[in-house]
């Protein structure tokens, strides 16, 4: 990398942690339970609006698997779930009423609580649509991992996003609060995915998958990126690009082996489509407070009447990490 570029992503990286301050001011406390917070805990950072259905199994599968805190901004919920998330007593909860797109999509919010909060500790930021899966992960809690990762020297760890559906139209599944979503929701592509390097930040980008294949199947470019680092041992100085797709410091992207091997890798499933789906697609394409105006959730919603069925005859049903593992889909590495 040229001094210029090293130079340029610092000025970036400065810039974008000075606007998180500015934008804290948009943040009002709920429920601050930070003082909780133990120098060892691991940390979940969230942005949630109007999910009061999904919340109470997100909130229940992420304490299963091992997290301590969880440090969340509601953007503006009338559905009850911002009352949900303050009632519980892990959970340190700020709303905010401005503009989420204006707000870099929630990441300046989580940027300014990640420098005050997550200082020091593994940080795993998800939406809430979005489980974490990584070996071992039914038999070794997230604190085995970030224990394993600290003694390897590891500060950052990749998860590719995989979207899960049902068999049949997305409209007749039926979810209700609590439920695992994957009892309705458990299918996904095997394959069909590509990958290519941007040299700048050095993350790969990974796209493919159902939306590739039937939202965006004239445009493939134009579909939503699937890779993402979720899991990090946070700095202060450290702030995310895009969603969680890209981070700098840039080494931080470096999940994978350049040289050809395999780095230990999770995923995130992705509940989206489960009967949510369509009447979330219509609000968001018309708040347009998603990348590029909510361009993709405009993509969605113009095949509202269609009711897409994802499913075809090379969809995979799922059973566990390890048959993710063995289809490629992600890697226990040397972590034995």
Known sequence: MSVLTSYRLRLQRKRWRIRAWRKRRELVPVADRTA?????????????????????????????????????????SDDGGREFAEAQPDVSLWTARAGYGNARYGIDWLTWLQGKYAHGHWALTVDVDEFFVYPFCDTRPVRALADWLDASDVRSFGAMQLDMYPKGPVSQTTYTAGQNPFEIANWFDASNYIMTRNNRLRNLWIQGGPRARVFFAGKPKAAPALNKVPFVKWQRNYTYVSSTHMILPRGLNLVYDQSGGEKTSGLLLHAKFINLFQDRAAQEAA??????????????????????????KWSEQYINWRQLEVLGLMSKGNWA
């Not at 199994?57 to 969880?70: A, S, T, V, W």
């Not at 708040?287 to 897409?308: F, I, K, L, M, V």
């Open 36 to 76: 909780q917070i133990a120098p060892d805990d691991i940390l979940l950072f969230c942005t949630f609006r109007n999910e009061a259905v999904r919340l109470p199994y997100f909130i229940d599968y992420y304490r299963k698997l091992g997290i301590n805190h969880f440090v969340m901004v509601d953007n503006a």
């Open 287 to 312: 708040r347009g407070q998603h990348y590029g105006a909510g361009r993709e959730y405009q993509t969605y919603a113009s095949q509202h009447d269609r009711d897409p069925d994802l499913w075809c």
